[in-house]
């Protein structure tokens, strides 16, 4: 009997083009990858994959099998949303994503939401990854940056990004004079299960040949790493402006620069408990561009 899990591994490996890839967007090894599109190949009674030299690449009967395995799954990820809608409707909860360091920032703020609807429970879900909130990961985000087209929202503050050095680091080995003396300086940047970020690929494309000599999968664990003295890094004004330990050497980047926004699918947008939390922000948005843009 046909597994219907069992066709997220094979989507999976159709997008990413190689079972390694497809592993770390499962959070799972490449082992099971292999072995759940094999299993599905057998219960099929057909090739599904073939191996070439740079990854996979989907058979023709694949290919033709590939959209019907994206409506199954769009319709997995809407049972799943809606059946937790109608959990979470019946205990207020409301689960937020956004990236740590705002979290306690943002306190005072939840602490009047709470005080204003005690019927209702903000719950944080921690990340600077995008969740995927079609398939239910959390209510709300606060997100910067790109956006799913999908989701619905509007604009409460702006992201502003500097180049930031500590204050030992600074007298040890000075500071650059222009975003081009970046090569020349050790830079703590993003691992690779953040490549897309923005300040990633801002620093691949302006100092390609720069020695990086600390990864972190967080906006927060570049911040610790700068503070630490071992490199420098764009950071957000609004969380490294309050660090004594920090000093501004550069900016704002212009190319850094994004829109925070409150976003939600379109299915939650009009739910009461949703509707409520974005009427509040929608209320303390000048609170919110102190916490956000700082």
């Given at each position: ?191 690779e299960t953040m490549s897309n970020h923005r300040v990633a690929k801002w620093l691949r494309e302006i100092a390609p040949q720069a ?84």
């Amino acid at each position: 009997m046909l597994q219907w899990d069992d066709l997220k591994y094979f989507l999976a490996v159709a997008r990413h083009g190689s079972t390694i890839a497809a592993g770390k967007a499962l959070r799972t090894s490449q082992s099971t990858v292999q072995r759940r599109v094999a299993a599905l190949e057998k219960k099929i009674g057909r090739k599904l994959v073939t191996r070439t030299r740079t990854g996979y690449r989907l058979t023709e009967f694949a290919e033709e099998l590939r959209p019907l395995a994206e409506r199954v799954e769009a319709s997995v990820a809407e049972f799943e949303r809606q059946a937790g809608e109608l959990r979470r409707d019946g205990n207020g909860v409301i689960r937020v994503t956004c990236p740590e360091p705002i979290v306690q920032r943002m306190q005072p703020l939840i602490e009047r939401f709470h005080a204003r609807h005690p019927k209702l429970r903000i719950e944080f879900v921690m990340s600077d990854r995008y969740l995927d909130l079609a398939k239910g990961d959390a209510d709300v985000a606060f997100r910067s940056g790109d956006t799913d087209d999908e989701l619905v929202g509007r604009k409460i503050a702006d992201s502003v990004w500097a180049i930031y050095a500590s204050r030992d680091y600074v007298e040890r080995k000075g500071k650059p004079a222009r975003i081009e003396d970046l090569a020349a300086h050790p830079l703590v940047s993003l691992d690779e299960t953040m490549s897309n970020h923005r300040v990633a690929k801002w620093l691949r494309e302006i100092a390609p040949q720069a020695k990086v000599v600390a990864r972190n999968n967080s906006v927060l664990g570049l911040l610790y790493a700068v503070k630490s003295g071992v490199g420098i890094s764009p950071l957000p004004t609004a969380i490294a402006d309050g660090e004594p330990d920090l000093v501004r050497v550069l900016g704002p980047v212009p190319e850094l620069a994004r829109s925070w926004r409150l976003l939600t699918h379109p299915d939650l947008r009009r739910t009461p408990r949703v509707a409520a939390f974005f009427d509040f922000v929608h209320e303390e948005r000048q609170a919110l561009r102190s916490i956000l843009t700082g």
